[in-house]
Each structure stands twice: as structure tokens, then as C-alpha cells.
């Protein structure tokens, strides 16, 4: 298995945003991670990821614990997430953004280079290469995290709704690009609430409401779970 979580919880002050999730995901599979509004989809990412502590529970990657792990320790690992606002170097260039990043992520000079220009033509950047980051659109810079995301081929990529507020076009890059990423057999975990997208990304998704994971497993059958549906709907019987 590639990841296990295992009884996440956390509270901030007296709201449980996470109450006991659990859930799995074998290597190569795109998840969905779903649910309404507040339910805790992001708080779950922000404890894979390292940015937020975990108040109890555990996540094993390929059997080891790393709930305990910074967001860099993590990235060397090969867990890495994209954010819900996303976050580029806005004065510095499209293409220097990747090569910043692919250094970081402990590539050489020439070696980012060169997979900065793959990944530009990639994610159909090359009309704004040389353009400060902060000038792209919103679209434009959920790209180019995307490109730098995978500098270095994450082993499992925590994405907070990449699809949110972006130009159909774009999106179709994007989802094309996430298609290709799991031919090459990486893992994504894919937080968002377009559901057509849902449906034609991930084989299998797991939905949250109020903390809770209330369904889980085939992604149709959660979709069409009578639970689910009512989350949705905000609990109003139709
Ligand atoms: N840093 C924080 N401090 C206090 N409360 C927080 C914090 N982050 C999230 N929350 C609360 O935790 C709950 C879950 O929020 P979270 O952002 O994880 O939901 P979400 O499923 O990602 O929602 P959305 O679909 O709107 O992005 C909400 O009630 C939210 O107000
Ligand atoms: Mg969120």
C-alpha cells in the first residue's frame, strides 16, 4: 500500500475538523478526496503534507510513519502538495520558477533546465515563459505549479482543487498532464468539487462531511451513495 491513514483527527479549538478518517491508496491510483464545503478535505492534505500536526492517528507511506515529517523531509520522500491558492514566486519568471524549484528539490542547474523546457511545452507555457509569474493568469500559475510540483516526479501528489476557477481549456492541460503523470504509474490524491472530473480522473474517492469520512471505495458507487448525495444537498430531504 501506498499510503495508510489511519484515525486522523484534529481540532481547532472546539470544532473537530477531522475526526477519525481513515483511509488507504495503493500505488499508481489517482483518489479523489470529496465533500462539501468545511468538511476538513484541506485539514487532511495540510497533515500529509506536514503543514499542520496531527492531534492523533497515523499515516504510513509504503509502511513507514510520517506523520511526524516537515513538508521538505516529506518532499525528499516524494509527497508533495499543491495548494488550494497557489503559491509561485510572482517576480520571478515562468521558467526560472522551475528551475528554482527542480534545485530544490536537489536537481542540477543543467538538469532543471532541461526538464523546465519539457515541462513548458508540456503545459502549453511557452507563450509566457519569460513573463514574471505574478502576470500569468490564475490558470497559468496553477500550471506552473503543477510544473513545479513535478521538476522532480513526486511518488504522491496531494492536489487542493487544481480545477477551481480555471479556464476550461487550462483544464483540460491540466487533466491531460495528471493522465499522463498516472500512465507513468504516479499516485495522486485530488481534492475537488468538480465532479465530472472526479468521475473521469479517479477510480476511486473517498467523501468527508463534517470531519467524517462518510463513504468510500468505486468512485460511481460513492457518487451515488444516498449519503453522499444528502451532504451535498446540506442535509435537506428532496
Ligand atoms: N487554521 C484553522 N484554524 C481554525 N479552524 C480551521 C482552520 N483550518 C480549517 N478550519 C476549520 O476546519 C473545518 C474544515 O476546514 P477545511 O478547510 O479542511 O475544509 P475543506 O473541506 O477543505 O473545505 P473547502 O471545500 O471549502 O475548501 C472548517 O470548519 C474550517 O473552518
Ligand atoms: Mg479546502
Given at each position: 500500500?501506498?499510503?495508510?491513514v489511519n484515525?486522523?483527527?484534529?481540532?481547532?479549538?472546539?470544532?473537530?475538523?477531522?475526526?477519525?478518517?481513515?483511509?488507504?491508496?495503493?500505488?499508481?491510483?489517482?483518489?479523489?478526496?470529496?465533500?462539501?464545503?468545511?468538511?476538513?478535505?484541506?485539514?487532511?492534505?495540510n497533515?500529509?503534507?506536514?503543514?499542520l500536526?496531527l492531534?492523533?492517528?497515523?499515516v504510513?507511506?509504503?509502511?513507514?510513519?510520517?506523520s511526524?515529517?516537515?513538508?521538505?523531509?516529506?518532499a525528499?520522500?516524494?509527497?508533495?502538495r499543491?495548494?488550494?491558492m497557489?503559491?509561485?514566486?510572482?517576480?520571478?519568471?515562468?521558467?526560472?520558477?522551475?528551475?528554482?524549484?527542480?534545485?530544490?528539490?536537489?536537481?542540477?542547474?543543467?538538469?532543471?533546465?532541461?526538464k523546465?523546457?519539457?515541462?513548458?511545452?508540456?503545459?502549453?507555457?511557452?507563450p509566457?515563459?519569460?513573463?514574471?509569474?505574478?502576470?500569468?493568469?490564475?490558470?497559468?500559475?496553477?500550471?506552473?505549479e503543477?510544473?513545479?510540483?513535478?521538476?522532480?516526479s513526486?511518488?504522491l501528489?496531494?492536489?487542493?482543487?487544481?480545477f477551481?476557477?480555471?479556464?476550461p481549456?487550462?483544464?483540460?492541460?491540466?487533466?491531460?498532464?495528471?493522465?499522463?503523470r498516472?500512465q507513468?504509474?504516479?499516485s495522486f490524491?485530488?481534492v475537488?468539487?468538480?465532479?465530472?472530473?472526479v468521475?473521469?480522473?479517479?477510480?476511486?474517492?473517498?467523501?468527508?462531511?463534517?470531519?467524517?469520512?462518510?463513504?468510500?471505495?468505486?468512485?460511481?458507487?460513492?457518487l451515488?451513495?444516498?449519503?453522499?448525495?444528502?451532504?451535498?444537498l446540506?442535509?435537506e430531504?428532496?
Amino acid at each position: 500500500m501506498l499510503l495508510n491513514v489511519n484515525l486522523l483527527s484534529k481540532k481547532f479549538g472546539g470544532n473537530q475538523a477531522v475526526d477519525q478518517v481513515s483511509f488507504s491508496m495503493e500505488e499508481g491510483t489517482i483518489m479523489g478526496l470529496i465533500g462539501p464545503n468545511g468538511s476538513g478535505k484541506t485539514t487532511v492534505l495540510n497533515m500529509l503534507s506536514g503543514i499542520l500536526t496531527l492531534d492523533s492517528g497515523s499515516v504510513l507511506l509504503n509502511d513507514r510513519e510520517i506523520s511526524h515529517l516537515k513538508p521538505s523531509a516529506l518532499a525528499r520522500l516524494g509527497v508533495m502538495r499543491m495548494f488550494q491558492m497557489t503559491r509561485v514566486f510572482a517576480r520571478v519568471s515562468a521558467f526560472d520558477n522551475l528551475i528554482i524549484a527542480g534545485q530544490a528539490l536537489g536537481l542540477s542547474f543543467q538538469k532543471s533546465v532541461t526538464k523546465a523546457d519539457q515541462l513548458i511545452v508540456e503545459l502549453s507555457l511557452e507563450p509566457v515563459k519569460f513573463l514574471d509569474a505574478g502576470q500569468l493568469s490564475g490558470g497559468q500559475k496553477k500550471l506552473l505549479e503543477f510544473g513545479m510540483c513535478f521538476m522532480k516526479s513526486p511518488k504522491l501528489a496531494l492536489l487542493d482543487e487544481p480545477f477551481a476557477a480555471v479556464h476550461p481549456q487550462m483544464r483540460e492541460t491540466m487533466a491531460n498532464f495528471i493522465k499522463a503523470r498516472h500512465q507513468e504509474g504516479h499516485s495522486f490524491l485530488l481534492v475537488s468539487h468538480d465532479m465530472p472530473i472526479v468521475q473521469a480522473l479517479c477510480q476511486t474517492c473517498v467523501c468527508m462531511n463534517t470531519g467524517k469520512v462518510i463513504a468510500s471505495g468505486l468512485t460511481k458507487q460513492v457518487l451515488s451513495n444516498p449519503q453522499v448525495v444528502e451532504a451535498y444537498l446540506g442535509g435537506e430531504h428532496v
